[in-house]
C-alpha cells in the first residue's frame, strides 16, 4: 500500500472514532494504519528509539503505560522530574485541580448552555474519586470540539438594532436597551406632533391659551403622552378647540343672516316696484318675509328656501327684466372685484409654494416634500432618492444673450422636468439655475436612469432666444436616502456629486 492510501485511511479512521483532524490524533491514526500496512515508517517509532536510551527500569515502567506517541513520552518524563519533590508535586496537581474547577465554575455561570452543561460535566468528573484517563480524554476531546466548532454569527441578528460587542455581552444589551429608548423617544415626539396638530382649531382662526400651553408642553416633553394626568388635560383642549370652532361657524351663520337680510331687503324692493306684480311674485315675497324672519336658521334650511325661491323668480323673470337691468352695470362690477379677489386669493396660495418663474415648487415647497418623505422612511421604511441639477454655464448665457435669455432657459427646462417625472415625483427650482428632483420609492439605479433621460432630453432639445439657437446642458448628482444616515447628508451627498460632475467635464451625471 502506498503512503497516500494509508493517509487516506488515518482520516476515514478518526472520522470513524468521531475524532478532530488534529496533529496528535492523526499522528496516532497514521501509525496504526502504517502497522496494518506492514510499513515501517521511522517516524511511528520515535517511542521505542527514545524509550531504548533510558535504564532498563524505566524501559520496563513504560512498557505498563503503552505510551504511543512521543508527546505522551514527554508528559511521562516530566511527571518523573515533578516526582522527585513529591510533596511539591502534589500541592501544585492539587492547585491545578482547585484552579480548574472555579474555572469551570465561572463557565456554567456564562450565558451558553452548551457550555455551562459541559463544565458541569467535567466538574463532575474532577470530583470523581478514580475516574479513568479515558473519561478525562473524551471531556477534553468535547472542549476541543467546543471550541474549534463555536461560532457567535447569532450576534449579527442584533446589529439591526444598535452595536454589538462579540466580546462583551452585557455592554450589547445595555446600549440595545438605550436604542429602543431613543426610538421610543422619536415615536413620542411624532405622535406628539401629531397631537398638536390635531388641537388647532380647523375652522376658527385663533388658539384659546390653554391650547397653546398644552401643546408648548407637549413640544417640549412628548413622554407626557405616556402620563395619565394628561389624558384630561387633551380631553378638556379637545373640548375648547371644538368650542372655538363652533364660535367661529357661529360668526359665519351670523355673517350669512346679513347677506339673506340684504338679499332679502333689494329683491322685495325690486318686486314692489314692478308694476307687473302677480299673485306669485306676492307669494315669493312673502316667503322671503318669513326667511327672514326665521330664527337658529341652518345652512340646509337656508339652501332649501333660497332654491325655492330662485326657481319661482326664474319662473317670473319677465315682469322684474327692466327693474334688473337698471342694476345690471352695478352686477357687473360687483362681479370684476369679486374675479379680482379671487385671482388675487389664488395667485397668494400660488405664490406661496410655486416659483413665480418656472411655475414648479419653490424651495419652501421642495422643503415640506422632503420633510413628508423622510417621515414615511422612517415610519414605514420608503426609500426615495435625491437628484440635484445644475445648468452648465448659466451665468455665461445671462452675460451674453441677457437675462430675458436665462429665463427662457429657465422656463425650458422646467418644462423638460415635468415631462421626464411621474406624477408621485416632485421637481422644483432650489434655486437660481438649481433645481431638485424627488423620487418616491427609487432606488439608486432608477434615479441615475432618470437623470440621465433629463440629461439627454435637454442636449438634444432647441433652445431658441429671438431666432437664436443656444446650446444648453445641465449636470446631476444622485443619492439614494437608505445609503445615508440622514435626511441631511444624503442632500449634501447629491450637492457633492453635482460639484463633481462640473468638475469632470459638465453635461454628465454622478453618483455614489
Not at 219 to 227: A, F, G, H, I, Y
Not at 480 to 507: C, M, T, V, W
Request: hydrophobic share 40%.
Amino acid at each position: 500500500m502506498t503512503i497516500n492510501g494509508i493517509i487516506k485511511n488515518a482520516v476515514e479512521r478518526l472520522k470513524r472514532e468521531d475524532k478532530l483532524l488534529m496533529p496528535d490524533a492523526y499522528a496516532e491514526a497514521f501509525c496504526k494504519e502504517a502497522k496494518i500496512a506492514g510499513m515501517l515508517v521511522e517516524d511511528c517509532n520515535q517511542v521505542d528509539k527514545y524509550a531504548n536510551t533510558l535504564n532498563k527500569d524505566y524501559q520496563q515502567e513504560l512498557r505498563q503505560y503503552h505510551l504511543k506517541t512521543t508527546q505522551e513520552l514527554v508528559r511521562y518524563l516530566i511527571s518523573k522530574l515533578n516526582r522527585m519533590n513529591p510533596t511539591n508535586c502534589a500541592t501544585i496537581l492539587a492547585e491545578n485541580q482547585l484552579l480548574t474547577k472555579r474555572v469551570l465554575e465561572a463557565v456554567e455561570l456564562l450565558h451558553n448552555k452548551e457550555a455551562a452543561t459541559l463544565a458541569k460535566k467535567s466538574i463532575d468528573i474532577i470530583n470523581t474519586p478514580n475516574a479513568s484517563k479515558e473519561q478525562y480524554e473524551h471531556y477534553r476531546q468535547l472542549w476541543i470540539n467546543f471550541i474549534t466548532s463555536y461560532d457567535d454569527a447569532f450576534l449579527n441578528h442584533l446589529k439591526p438594532m444598535g452595536k454589538v460587542y462579540s466580546q462583551d455581552l452585557k455592554t450589547t444589551i445595555e446600549n440595545l436597551a438605550h436604542q429602543k429608548s431613543v426610538s421610543k423617544d422619536r415615536d413620542l415626539r411624532h405622535i406628539a406632533t401629531i397631537m398638536i396638530a390635531s388641537l388647532v382649531p380647523s375652522i376658527a382662526s385663533s388658539v384659546n391659551d390653554k391650547i397653546a400651553k398644552i401643546s408648548d408642553d407637549l413640544r417640549k416633553n412628548p413622554e407626557l403622552l405616556t402620563s395619565e394626568s394628561i389624558e384630561k388635560e387633551i380631553k378638556t383642549a379637545i373640548k375648547l378647540r371644538i368650542a372655538l370652532d363652533k364660535d367661529a361657524l357661529k360668526e359665519m351663520i351670523q355673517s350669512l343672516d346679513m347677506v339673506l337680510d340684504k338679499l332679502s331687503i333689494q329683491l322685495i324692493d325690486m318686486i314692489e316696484k314692478s308694476d307687473q306684480s302677480n299673485s306669485e311674485i306676492k307669494e315669493i315675497k312673502k316667503d322671503l318675509d318669513n326667511l327672514n324672519r326665521q330664527e337658529n336658521l341652518d345652512f340646509k334650511t337656508a339652501h332649501n328656501k333660497l332654491y325655492t325661491i330662485a326657481i319661482a323668480l326664474e319662473e317670473n323673470t319677465a315682469a322684474l327684466s327692466k327693474d334688473l337691468k337698471a342694476h345690471d352695470d352695478e352686477v357687473k362690477l360687483l362681479g370684476k372685484k369679486i374675479e379680482v379677489l379671487e385671482k388675487e386669493l389664488e395667485d397668494a396660495k400660488k405664490a406661496s409654494r410655486e416659483d413665480f418663474l418656472t411655475k414648479l415648487f419653490n424651495k419652501r415647497a421642495l422643503d415640506d416634500t422632503l420633510e413628508i418623505k423622510e417621515n414615511e422612511f422612517e415610519r414605514f421604511g420608503r426609500d426615495y432618492s435625491i437628484v440635484m441639477f445644475d445648468i452648465d454655464y448659466f451665468k455665461k448665457v445671462n452675460d451674453e444673450y441677457g437675462h430675458e435669455a436665462g429665463d427662457v432657459i429657465l422656463t425650458a427646462f422646467a418644462n423638460i422636468l415635468k415631462q421626464e417625472c411621474r406624477t408621485v415625483d416632485t421637481v422644483g427650482r432650489y434655486g437660481g439655475e438649481e433645481f431638485m428632483a424627488i423620487l418616491s420609492e427609487t432606488d439608486l439605479k432608477g434615479a441615475v436612469i432618470f437623470a440621465e433621460k433629463v440629461r439627454e432630453h435637454v442636449q438634444k432639445a432647441k433652445f431658441l432666444f429671438q431666432n437664436r439657437r443656444i446650446d444648453v446642458t445641465v449636470s446631476a448628482g444622485v443619492s439614494e436616502r437608505a445609503r445615508f444616515p440622514s435626511q441631511k447628508s444624503a442632500i449634501h451627498s447629491a450637492d457633492e456629486y453635482l460639484y463633481l460632475a462640473k468638475k469632470n467635464g459638465r453635461n454628465r451625471i454622478e453618483s455614489p
